[in-house]
């Protein structure tokens, strides 16, 4: 099982739509988890951190299943600019580096 | 957050060269990274650039391809060596900032804005 897995989408959401996707992971010990949004050409920008059960910030909200591992992010009242590839990070590298998955696409269409 | 610059923002280089990849942090870090982000790909990360001590590799990198400095706090160096057309990447360097989040401390990764390097 690879360590950190996503779908890559694309997800294509009306503007004003709800979205979730969810992000897994292999390391059950585990005990934060990133979600990163990048746009195209440009760095990776923390979104939100998770460290129990979720988070929530505006019209994003993060959840974590740690008896599935998995950590899910859901957008709500999609707009045109949330239109980027989420990157899902889990530390697992020397000192704590991160583990990024795939990413999935998100295509938000007017 | 940080505020992070890296130097250059993008190169051509041709094979068989080295390039060396400057990153700066306005504030004192603890710790710095460095990850290569392939065309198409995702983030993997390369080492840990431990101030006052050798870098720490991921499996499938090492310190002949890619040396790193880490002379500060604040900054940090990442060469790529004899580079062939497989280096073709953006090459990131992120900080880990120790923030108050919810009453308690937690480690947040902020990246800079990356090096395009291509090599012909």
């Known amino acids: 099982r690879k360590e950190v897995e996503q779908d890559p989408g694309p997800f294509n959401v009306p503007e004003g739509a709800t979205v979730a996707f969810n992000c897994t992971y292999s390391n059950s010990a585990s005990q934060s988890f990133f979600w990163y949004r990048q746009d195209c050409r440009k760095e990776p920008k923390l979104l939100m951190s998770v460290y129990s059960s979720g988070n929530e910030d505006g019209r994003f909200t993060a959840q974590l299943n740690r008896a599935s591992q998995y950590i899910s992010l859901l957008i709500r009242d999609s707009k045109l600019s949330d239109s980027a590839t989420y990157l899902c990070a889990v530390p697992g590298g020397g000192a704590d580096g991160l583990t990024f998955g ?3 696409h998100l295509i938000i269409q007017p | 957050s940080a505020v992070i610059s ?3 923002s993008r190169d051509i280089c041709q094979r068989g060269t080295s390039l060396t990849i400057q990153c700066q942090v306005d504030s004192q870090v603890t710790m710095m990274f460095w ?4 065309p198409g790909q995702s983030l993997t990360l390369i080492a840990t650039a431990n101030q006052g001590s050798e870098a ?5 990198f090492v310190i002949d391809k890619f040396p790193i400095s880490r002379p500060n706090l604040t900054f940090s160096t990442l060469t790529v060596s004899n580079m ?3 280096d ?3 090459y990131l360097c992120s900080v880990e900032v120790w923030v108050p989040t919810s009453g308690r401390a937690t480690d947040e990764q902020f990246f800079g804005p990356g090096t395009r390097l291509t090599v012909l």
């Open chain 1, 102 to 104: 795939k990413g999935t």
């Open chain 2, 6 to 8: 890296q130097k250059p």
């Open chain 2, 35 to 38: 990850y290569r982000q392939q």
């Open chain 2, 56 to 60: 720490t590799y991921e499996s499938g």
């Open chain 2, 84 to 86: 062939s057309p497989e």
């Open chain 2, 88 to 90: 073709s990447s953006i």
